[in-house]
């Protein structure tokens, strides 16, 4: 089966986002194949060598050499804006601009690195080698495992082009959850080995390489794993997804991966329950059925085709000059309401909500309005689910009925508390949560 990440194989170019540690991993061992190639598979000793286009021993071959073997991933990649990237630079009349053709050819500067698109077409574009290193030894030599590019899948990587004041990708990841992801894991004492699978690629990579037959890699643990989530995480580095800056889904359910409370129920503890909040799902009524609300705006932003979180939490803003005092913003800090993050680093906070509520002032007070609501709801649920406070409701002492709908009224509670939005998600649906909460709250204590 192919991998979602689809690193196991050569063809590569650099991701759209940016994030992480350096780690490099080692290409499996290839298969040995035909010239021809047989899709995504490895190159064999009949594969690769010079193809009477130059590349005989040369470091850099180019992306059509590595076709030979990796045929399908080639016809992905061809379809990405890495192929075009060199296009994408003469469209603004920066072709021959040196400071920017190393981060739009194939090794310009280095030995047999791009020239020009007379002496070097077949370097034009970020190809395989921007990612894997040259593989001149490799496609000479396919079965030597000495030789065989490696696998990056870190941030940095990335970063070493999506970076600076015209693209600063990799500046705000650093500074995002997603970046930090993994470090705030292993720095709490609460920290699983299963809270990897979202707070870090390398396990997300090896979990899947293990499904998919792989019985010799290593899942890392806490103590060893290296990557937050990072730019593959969300984008497939060669593309073909059909998605959108090679996303590997839609936005909705690529962010609902993580950001869910998955099959969480009453009893349990919500933990991040961002996508049922925004979806409008997930809390239960007062006879325990599922909590439903006739409509709510934010969850037409999930629909089909729709922005869904990344309407309000990827805003982008360009600047005619960027400066290190007002670089492009590219939205990846993924929170513009994070005053924790500097604000060159930021578009404004209210970017993603114009569209539907006109002005900024028009949403700031919606949004102050909203949250001033829910933050003292929550505040006055709270001590009635406080074991350390007086007005404590204590489920012993009360009949099996009633501890039902005490522990609904703590589910509904905790859910709209470990949203984490205070209503801005879907206020409709936070309200009919704590509407639910309330009522019972008032039965019980007499209120």
Not at 29 to 57: L, V
Not at 242 to 269: F, K, M, R, V, Y
Not at 313 to 337: I, L, R, Y
Request: with cysteine; charged share 20%.
């Amino acid at each position: 089966m192919r991998s979602r990440y689809n690193v196991s194989v050569l063809v590569c170019a650099c991701l759209t986002l940016v994030w992480g540690a350096t780690t490099i991993l080692s290409v499996p061992s290839c298969t040995p194949a035909p010239s021809s190639g047989d899709g995504d598979g490895g190159g064999g000793d009949g594969g690769g060598g010079d193809d009477g286009g130059g590349t005989a021993e040369k470091a850099y071959v180019g992306a059509e050499t590595c076709s030979d073997c990796h045929g399908g991933t080639h016809t992905d990649w061809v379809t990405t804006a890495h192929a075009e990237a060199l296009e994408a630079l003469k469209a603004i009349g920066q072709g021959e601009n040196a400071a920017c053709l190393p981060c739009h050819t194939v090794g310009f500067g280095e030995t047999d690195g791009f020239v020009d698109e007379v002496t070097t077409p077949e370097l034009a574009g970020v190809q395989c080698e921007n990612c894997h290193g040259p593989a001149g030894d490799h496609s000479r030599n396919p079965g030597d495992e000495l030789v065989r590019p490696t696998i990056d899948m870190s941030a940095a990587k990335c970063g070493s082009c999506h970076t600076d004041v015209h693209h600063p990708t990799y500046d705000e990841w650093q500074l995002s959850k997603h970046g930090t992801a993994l470090a705030g894991l292993q720095s709490s004492a609460f920290a699983q080995d299963s809270c990897l699978e979202c707070h870090s690629q390398d396990y997300r990579f090896a979990v899947e390489e293990q499904e998919d037959g792989d019985d010799d890699i290593v899942v890392p643990t806490i103590l060893t794993a290296t990557l937050s989530i990072v730019c593959a995480t969300c984008h497939d580095p060669h593309g073909g997804t059909g998605q959108e800056a090679q996303l590997n889904a839609p936005i909705a359910d690529l962010c609902g991966e993580c950001h869910t409370q998955e099959e969480a129920t009453i009893g349990d503890s919500p933990h991040h329950p961002q996508i049922e909040m925004l979806t409008g799902a997930g809390a239960f009524a007062a006879d325990a059925s599922p909590l439903t609300v006739p409509f709510s705006p934010h969850s037409s932003l999930a629909a089909e085709g729709g922005q869904a979180c990344a309407q309000c939490h990827v805003v982008q803003h360009e600047f005619d000059d960027p400066t290190e005092a007002t670089p492009n913003v590219t939205g990846h800090t993924f929170n513009p309401f994070d005053e924790s993050i500097a604000s060159e680093h930021q578009a404004s906070q209210y970017t993603g909500c114009l569209q539907c509520h006109g002005t900024e002032d028009v949403a700031d007070g919606k949004r102050t309005e909203v949250q001033a609501d829910m933050d003292a709801r929550l505040a006055a649920l709270a001590p009635y689910f406080d074991s350390t406070n007086a007005s404590y409701i204590d489920a012993t002492t009360l009949s099996e009925a009633d501890q039902a709908s005490l522990a609904t009224a703590k589910f509904d509670y905790q859910f709209v508390n470990a949203d984490g939005s205070r209503g801005v998600h879907n206020a409709e649906y936070a309200d009919a949560a704590l509407s639910v909460a309330e009522s019972v709250i008032a039965a019980l204590s007499g209120g």
